[in-house]
């Protein structure tokens, strides 16, 4: 059985900062990317960032260049998403996910989903 779980959520004024956490169970992430994808309402989802497991090379959307940072912990299997400056625009619900491959951005790509955890910036 695979899972992945989110948290560190929250709401915070525009400019402020989040760090999200996603931890992995019952996967073998050798060959895997792991990514953060988001939501808001009424709109699809969308890639925001991925890192391969295995390697730690990296891939951001444009729009959160300079602001975000994905990071992993091999032995402990987690995943990180670093939010700075964050903007009204970054409120969604963010999702993590795997991936068999590392560079893809489509949802369809990505095999494996967390729940959730929600993200809102005031302005």
């Known amino acids: 059985q695979v899972q992945l779980v989110e948290s560190g959520g929250g709401l915070v004024q525009a400019g402020g900062s ?3 956490t996603c931890t ?16 808001a309402p009424g709109k699809e989802r969308e890639f925001v960032a991925a890192i391969s497991w295995l390697t730690s090379n990296t891939d951001y959307i444009g729009s959160v260049k300079g602001r975000f940072t994905i990071s992993r912990d091999y032995a402990k299997r987690t995943l990180y998403l670093q939010m700075n400056s964050l903007k009204p625009e970054d409120t969604a619900v963010y999702y993590c996910a795997a991936s068999e491959t590392f560079g893809l951005r489509l949802t369809r790509d990505y095999r494996y989903w967390g729940q959730g955890t929600q993200v809102t910036v005031s302005s």
């Open 18 to 20: 989040l760090r999200l």
């Open 24 to 39: 992995a169970s019952g996967v073998t992430f050798g060959s895997y990317a792991l990514g953060w994808f988001r939501q």
